[in-house]
Nanobody, 124 residues
Framework: HVELVESGGGSVQAGGSLRLSCAASVYTWCTGWFRQAPGKEREGVAAIVTTDGTTYYADSVKGRFTISRDNAKNTVYLQMNSLKPEDTAMYYC????????????????????WGQGTQVAVSS
């Protein structure tokens, strides 16, 4: 059993910032952030490899979002700056237990466990 708990979502104006947290109950090889808005496909936002800190980002968030982790706390963070209305979505933390999540980090099928989600709303 793996439990992931997201927090930090909220409502902000365009250009604002939020910091999301994902606390995991056990070690995960790769941790990703995904988002899904109503009527849209689930989209990979960013991911980080636990062992060496390698990070990955979707083109849509490069330069604005930063993923990091605190290994001692088994917690992954997503710092979101310069938020845009199109960033509005439910954000989910996902845990990958094998290297598959590092070769194609943007594919949700490569992750084994998911959190309940935290809502992010960005207004103009």
């Amino acid at each position: 059993h793996v439990e992931l708990v997201e927090s930090g979502g909220g409502s902000v104006q365009a250009g604002g910032s939020l910091r999301l947290s994902c606390a995991a109950s056990v070690y995960t090889w790769c941790t990703g952030w995904f988002r899904q808005a109503p009527g849209k496909e689930r989209e990979g936002v960013a991911a980080i490899v636990t062992t060496d800190g390698t990070t990955y980002y979707a083109d849509s968030v490069k330069g604005r979002f930063t993923i990091s982790r605190d290994n001692a706390k088994n917690t992954v963070y997503l710092q979101m700056n310069s938020l845009k209305p199109e960033d509005t979505a439910m954000y989910y933390c996902a845990a990958g237990l094998s290297g598959s999540a590092t070769t194609s980090w943007w594919l949700s099928s490569n992750y084994n466990y998911w959190g309940q989600g935290t809502q992010v709303a960005v207004s103009s």
